[in-house]
């Protein structure tokens, strides 16, 4: 049975941890976060990733941490996880709520992510059932790229292909969320700021 979710101090987060997986290619261990809460966190803990295991996945639904196993690893690994409350934030642009996380994943040849405006980027993580093709690109041992590269892996292949996750957190700042995303109309002309009546971008024809 997965652990029973640990309180980190002074926060609402909770760190969870999956079973260990089977020692065997492409099996997997999953840590899910409780209702109401999403993954802001994952990683293979166990370590090898690009050495023996396929690195870290995390699912657009954002719950679950997913660690993936891989050809002659010769260990068990384990998905860890931190989980964060998604709050839904009121919109400084009057449209509707805006979540406080949001999670992207992408996969291919070369797959590359970047979050939406108004977003920053908190966590990217990388895998391939092939993990030879994630070695010397980013990816650390245990599934994570660093958040001062790009989300990206290059020079995978169609069949043979690379998958990332980033998780996207909503800018502390709702004033400079609203001078860089709304939109104002100021005598007839449309343009961006912190004055006047805001509209949603995706409002405009």
Known sequence: MPKEPVIIEETTDEEVIGDASAVADDAK?????PVGKVITRCESSTGK???????????????DCIAHNGWNSGIAVVAKAVCSENEQISDPCNGAALLKYKHLRAKGANPSLECPAGYEAILCNGHSYWWDLITGKGVNDVGVIPNDQAC?????????????????KLMDDLDAYAASICLTVTDGTVRKGTTARWLRESTLV
């Open 29 to 33: 261990s999953i840590a899910s976060c």
């Open 49 to 63: 990733v690009g050495a023996g295991t396929d690195g870290a996945t995390v699912p657009v639904t954002g719950n």
């Open 152 to 168: 990206a892996i290059a020079n995978c292949q169609d069949q043979k292909y690379c998958d990332i996750s980033l998780v996207c």
